[in-house]
């Protein structure tokens, strides 16, 4: 399996952005779905993530604010980002999984495939 993420840039805090990761090669509507994130100097840490039936679940930080959800047909996951801050500077990772169990859905050991990666930069 293969992930492509996309819609990285720069924002003011406050806007806006919508990441996008495309999923190709296998079955996409049985992956679970997660977005990380690694500022630096810190280790990636878990934003959030969408089951393949649908469930989601968010970093604290980002409930309120932040979206994840899925198109299947597109074989797409989405990222909305609204309300950004400057601590959501980072790169933020696609990850994808079908075996993820729900206590392990926000460890980075739990996906086997990574996209690339997209920049995030929100300035004050």
């Known amino acids: 399996v293969q992930l492509q993420a996309s819609g990285g840039g720069l924002v003011q805090a406050g806007g806006s952005l919508r990441l996008s990761c495309v999923v190709s090669?296998?079955?996409?509507?049985?992956?679970?779905v997660g977005w990380f994130r690694q500022a630096p100097g810190k280790e990636r840490e878990f934003v959030a993530a969408?089951?393949?039936?649908?469930?989601?679940y968010y970093e604290d930080s980002v409930k309120g604010r932040f979206t994840i959800s899925r198109d299947n047909a597109k074989i797409t996951v989405y990222l909305q980002m609204n309300s950004l801050k400057p601590e959501d500077t980072a790169v933020y990772y696609c990850a994808a999984d079908q075996g993820v169990i729900l206590s392990s859905i926000r460890r980075v050991r739990a996906y086997d495939n990574w996209g690339q990666g997209t920049l995030v930069t929100v300035s004050s």
């Open positions: 969408i089951r393949y039936n649908g469930y989601t």
């Open positions: 090669g296998d079955t996409f509507s049985r992956y679970t």
